[in-house]
């Protein structure tokens, strides 16, 4: 597990991990570049194509959630959530070993 204190800390993380992540969640509201312009920064990458990536926002509006699934958004979860929402998204986009 890694944490980013903005978007481009996060996307510089992302781009030289080895290993590669295998899942990444994304808030919304970051300093520097926010998550939906790093969405798609990583759907933009050929080594990213891919990746899972949840969206976590407190955004409730529908053309919210659709701009993030048209941005290539694997999942979306709104704030607050429960521990119970995160182990749902790691079993279903996580790595499973």
Sequence with gaps: MDEA???NQAWDK????????????????????????LLKRIRGHVDFKNLPV??????????EVAKAVSAGATGYM???YEKE?????????????
């Design 54 to 63: 949840i969206m976590a926002t407190a955004e409730r509006k529908k053309e």
């Design 5 to 7: 204190t903005d978007g």
């Design 78 to 80: 709104v704030k607050p």
């Design 14 to 37: 992302i781009i030289s991990s080895n290993p590669r992540y295998s899942l990444v969640f994304l808030d919304w509201q970051m300093p520097n570049c926010d998550g939906l312009e």
């Design 85 to 97: 929402t995160i182990e749902k998204m790691l079993k279903q986009f996580g790595p499973h070993i």
